[in-house]
C-alpha cells in the first residue's frame, strides 16, 4: 500500500487510473464512493471529445453531448428521470474513454481474424461499462434503469448522434447505418456549437443539481 501525499491510499499491485483531481481510481474495486461527479468526472468529460476528435472548429465533448442530450429529452418528454438517465448514459467514459463504434467494430474484426471469435471484445467492453455504470448511477443517486428506460436512453442517444453529424461533422463519404440515417433529429434551439470546457463543466453540474438531487458530492 502507498499513502499517496493528499492522504489516498493506494494499492499499486492492481490496476488504477489517476484522475484529473489527482486520486488513485481502483480500477479493480471501485464504488460509488469513488465517483466523483461534480470534479473528476465532470472535469475529464468536458476534455473529452466526441466522434474521435474528428470535429472541425473547437473540440465538442462527451460532457456537452450529454447536457445537451439530457434538456432535449427532458423538453421532448417532460421526464426527468429520462432526462438524468441520458446525463449519465456516458460518463463511463471518464475512465474508459469514448470508443467509437467503427473502432470498436474494428477490433472485433481483429478478433475474429486472430482467434476465430466473435464477441469477446464488446462482452469485456460491456462489462466493463456496467460496473462504471452501476457505481455512477449509485453515486448520483439514480436507481438502475429498467429495460424501457435504456431502450429510450438509447434511441435519444442515436437521435442525438445524427443531429451532431449534421451540425458538426464534414459532409460524411458514405453511409452511417439505416439507424442513423433514419433517426429523428432532435429539436435544437439553433445551431449546435461546441463549448469552452468552463461552459461544459458548468453546465453539467446546473443539471446534476437539477436532474439527480440526491447525487453524492465528494
Not at 435519444?156 to 439507424?179: K, Y
Not at 445551431?191 to 437539477?210: G, H, S
Amino acid at each position: 500500500m502507498t499513502v499517496h501525499p493528499s492522504g489516498f491510499v493506494i494499492d499499486a499491485s492492481k490496476p488504477w487510473q489517476q484522475t484529473i483531481s489527482g486520486r488513485a481510481f481502483p480500477l479493480t474495486a471501485f464504488s460509488a464512493l469513488d465517483i466523483d461527479l461534480y470534479g473528476d468526472v465532470a472535469e475529464s468529460l468536458a476534455r473529452v471529445c466526441r466522434f474521435g476528435g474528428h470535429v472541425p472548429g473547437n473540440a465538442y465533448s462527451v460532457l456537452q453531448h450529454s447536457v445537451v442530450g439530457a434538456d432535449a429529452a427532458l423538453e421532448e418528454t417532460g421526464d426527468a428521470l429520462l432526462a438524468a438517465y441520458f446525463l449519465a448514459h456516458d460518463l463511463h467514459e471518464h475512465i474508459i474513454g469514448d470508443q467509437t463504434t467503427p473502432v470498436v467494430n474494428w477490433l472485433a474484426g481483429i478478433e475474429l481474424e486472430t482467434f476465430g471469435s466473435r464477441d469477446i471484445v464488446r462482452t469485456v467492453l460491456a462489462i466493463a461499462k456496467s460496473k462504471l455504470d452501476w457505481a455512477i448511477w449509485r453515486a448520483a443517486g439514480l436507481p438502475q434503469p429498467g429495460k424501457t428506460y435504456w431502450e429510450r436512453v438509447k434511441e435519444f442517444d442515436v437521435r442525438m448522434l445524427a443531429t451532431e453529424r449534421r451540425h458538426l461533422l464534414m459532409q460524411p463519404p458514405a453511409s452511417w447505418g439505416d439507424d442513423v440515417e433514419n433517426a429523428k433529429p432532435i429539436r435544437l434551439r439553433g445551431k449546435l456549437t461546441a463549448w469552452p470546457v468552463a461552459k461544459a463543466v458548468e453546465e453539467f453540474r446546473i443539471r446534476l443539481d437539477r436532474l439527480c438531487p440526491n447525487a453524492r458530492r465528494m
